[in-house]
């Protein structure tokens, strides 16, 4: 009998696993599910120090299928933002990664969501992102392109909100975008993810196999794999590795990470630096106008604190503290009394 | 002339943004220091600077705190409401005017007329002419003094205390204190029957205080560690006293906060972030007013369904829509009641008093983690804006209930977890907090269908048991909230049912009723659900009044759906015009009610 393969902590990749899914067979999102199982099994993620955040919606089902072991809260449509930042000032120690969807992000919840990165919650916030809506049964979302068709052929007159271009805006100091197909990008991408410390946009495109993989489509299979531009070649380093600096010079760059680990970045576009806002933010509009997508890391800043940091908070979770740590003293409050008196 | 001693209404008509709350704030301290009990109400409109406001002075020997509509002293210091405010100043009322507008033509001979020239006085009291514009509320405040003979060293208590960390201010707001008071000796005649006279230790050890600020600490007292809220009138002064407070008494040794205070976006988001940290653990609460419970409303019933505690303080305000953000209304108990979609229900309190707002904030949290579910507060602007005289507050013992949470140890000796199952047949399941190292710690919380073990489910049996274990949960929480309190009269068989700010106009009210040969008995309400004792109470009187700050009559439509059987036998006394409640308006209903009652008994 072979020996069971365990990671870091000592668990397997069994341990990381969730209930069955109920979504689309082929549907871009249960293959997401699996890449976050692999990025937390392999980053070491500690199950019961883990809390799964959604919305509402296809995308916000899947905390249901990976890491039973961990907490979830499956929340209100567009709700997701202000649940996870409660819970995550509640309790710092926890790591936070969240599920939502295109609609759930872009449309009834893009307020939260740009309030959220505004103050750099620590946590991964992954964006499945279809361009339409599933559960209601194939209406356009807010990241349908302009001029891209639903399945019956209605043709969408708005232009799309692009959720890296928002999340770079708001200073967001990790912003990514990938395929649900490219496991071996988007799996070191969440790795990194996990390891940044503040909001970590990921905006994966995830195609929705019953209503949104057409022809005229710019959220299918065939599009996205015709338009997919990587940006590099992307290797994850955890802290616990240590780190060959054996690349080509100006070729790869080591990106490192808060809690040590490095994501190293093999470039495929020589003019491409992820530090570079404005560079990148040119570069994004004008890959659109291309109808080019693209995928990597999209923009990286470690230089931002986040939020609990701000909050300046002690380090055991709000729930431990006691009446004794809460209450000032009774000379305190005799104080208090005193001043409203005459 | 006989003089009326310790029990005067005095208004002052101002301009908001001109500082006149200094001065109103001394005068109100000076009659306090005096031993005389006071309360005050700022009617102020919604808008910064520039529109009329009047603030009013009540001093009592009795010490009713309600608000009473007819004012016996008027100080007219705002020139665009001075014809509208001497038209409505009741006959044989004082009006204290600026010889400088030149009313002589407007001055009704029914009144007790003094005229001074504040705006020559105030050159008197200082050379600034910045300072000018503030320290003229001054001379009200010394006019006043010499009127009511309020004692000098009373209002020196009071101008040090209220300027205590800035001596020069002190000393020119008594300069001009001493102008207004030397003027008015000298060239008033008394012609009033107004005067206040020194108690001695009637006011000695209570203490001043808005609803707000008493809630704000109830909250830290309460251990509240986490404050999500976007401000709207009249709650926000709620939430800057409790971050004051944060603030003050909850940086530990090594700087860290033992607290969150969040200025969310809206307040969808503010009630959003409140169940996300209740349901990591900590006493999360945020405060808003109508609007904001309207956008609250989803999240309200995600947290009765999913069962996640929060407490939430509605100071409520006038509405529908907009309404009137500066006006108190008791308008929200109905829709807050089972706010949200479905079958929804939550726990309502209902404070009665300053006390009140100190002792439910404390509470509010003790239940939403008892029942796991949102808690309202339900305050209003005349209580937590209004300055109220109180006995001061008792510091709590004991600890925390925390309610029925598993940790790993507890997890340990239990045999499959299920979240929302009823072990204990009392409808309140156990929780487990995220970050629990236990193989049986996790669940997975929704708002969608769930069995007893947390799992989706459509089924009708695991749906409907659901919902009836939650109802059970709130029949448990109906024995556990804040008890009606009985006040017994002897003599008359009705009874009147009350709650929240209406008490402070109760107790003049049956003051009044027993002066003309009734005493009912009153009930005062302090939470929702109802309790048997509620039941008890309409059912053993033949009819029961019950007065209301809303049109709707929403409390007596609740008990009207609650015991149907006894509907017929509650009389709605309502008020909803805004102003702040008053004994008379509800005596006179009630009474004009009685005969009407006894006409059509005898016919």
Known sequence: MSKVKT?????????????????????????????????????????????????????????AYFISKAHAFNSAHGRMPSIATGALLANPQLTGLAVSGDG????????????????????????????????????????????????????NPFEPIDLCGLALELGCGFVARSFSGDKKQLVPLIQAALSHKGTAIIDVISPCVTFNDHEGSTKSYDFVKEHDQPLQEIDFIPHYEEINVDYEAGDTVNVKLHDGAYLTLKKLDQDYDPTDRLAV???????????????????????????????????????????EDLRPSREQFEAIMQRLMR | MTQQINDVNIQIATVNGTGSQSANLILMRSLFNMGVPVAAKNLFPSNIAG????????????????????????????????YEDIRNLRPGGVLI???????????????????????????????????????????YVGVLAHLLNIEPEAIEQAVNKQFKSKPPVAELNSKAIQVGRDWAAANLSKADPFVVESIPGSTEGKILVEGN??????????????????????????????????????????????????????????????????????????????????????????????????????????????????RTSQGDISFAYDLSHGD?????????????????????????????????????????????????FTYPEGGYDRGKVLDAEALATVQNFGRYADVDGDGIPYRTLPGTRHEQAAYFTRGSGHNAQAKYSEKKDDWKAGLDRIAKKFETAAREVPAPVLTSGQGTDYGIIAYGSTDAAMVEVLDLLQASQQAPDYLRLRALPFCAEVRDFIASHPHVYVVEQNRDAQMTRLLS????????????????????????????????AEVKQKEFANV
């Not at chain 2, 030149?102 to 300072?131: C, M, Q, W």
């Open chain 2, 561 to 592: 759906a609650e015991y149907p059987g006894l509907a017929p036998r509650l009389r709605p006394v309502l008020h909803y015009d805004g102003s702040f409640v008053d004994a008379i308006g509800i005596v006179d209903q009630i009474v004009q």
């Open chain 2, 213 to 326: 600020d008493a809630a704000a600490l109830g909250a830290l007292m309460g251990g509240c560690t986490f404050l999500s809220w976007y401000p709207i009138t009249p709650s926000s002064s709620l939430c800057e006293n409790l971050i004051d407070y944060f603030q003050r008494y909850r940086v530990d040794a090594e700087g860290k906060n033992r607290f969150t205070a969040i200025q969310a976006e809206d307040e969808i988001a503010a009630i959003g972030m409140v169940l996300g940290a209740g349901w990591a653990g900590a006493r999360s609460m945020t405060a808003t007013s109508g609007p904001g419970i309207s956008l609250m409303a989803e999240l309200a019933g995600y947290s009765y369904y999913a069962e996640i505690p929060g407490v939430l303080f509605d100071i409520q305000r006038m509405g529908p829509s907009t309404g009137l953000p500066t």
């Open chain 2, 97 to 139: 005017h600026d010889t400088g507008m030149k009313l002589d033509h407007a001055l009704r001979e029914d009144h007790i007329n003094y005229g001074v020239p504040f705006s020559k006085l105030v050159n008197e009291a200082t050379d600034n002419v910045k300072l000018k514009k503030k320290v003229i509320n001054m001379l």
């Open chain 2, 51 to 82: 529109l009329p406001t009047w603030y009013t002075v009540r001093a009592h020997h009795k010490g009713y705190q309600a608000n009473k509509q007819d004012i016996d002293i008027l100080v007219v210091m705002n020139a665009d409401t001075v």
């Open chain 1, 281 to 323: 933010m040119r570069l994004g509009h004008e890959a659109r106008a291309r109808q080019q997508l693209l995928t990597g890391l999209i923009y990286h800043n470690p230089g931002k604190p986040s939020f609990d940091d701000v909050s300046n908070l002690p380090e055991a979770p709000l729930h431990t503290l006691q009446p």
């Open chain 1, 104 to 155: 759930d992000t872009a449309s009834i919840g893009v307020g939260q969501f740009v309030h959220l990165i505004r103050r750099n919650v620590d946590m991964v916030y992954i964006v499945e992102n279809n361009g339409v809506y599933g559960l209601t049964k194939g209406q356009f979302s807010a990241t349908a392109d302009i001029g891209s068709t639903l399945k019956k052929g209605a043709e």
């Open chain 2, 344 to 392: 929804t229900q939550h726990i309502l309190l209902l404070p009665g008093s300053v006390n009140e707002c100190y002792e439910m904030a404390q509470q509010a949290f003790d239940l939403a983690e008892r029942f796991q579910t949102l808690v309202f507060v339900m305050s209003d602007l005349d209580l937590g804006m209004n300055t109220w005289m109180s006995d001061p």
């Open chain 1, 7 to 63: 990671n870091v902590i000592g668990l397997t990749r069994e341990d990381y696993k969730g209930g069955p899914t109920t979504l689309c067979p082929g549907c871009g999102h249960n293959a997401i599910s699996n890449h976050i199982i692999q990025a937390c099994y392999e980053s070491g993620v500690d199950p019961f120090m883990l809390g799964k955040f959604s919305g509402i919606g296809c995308s916000s089902k899947t905390p």
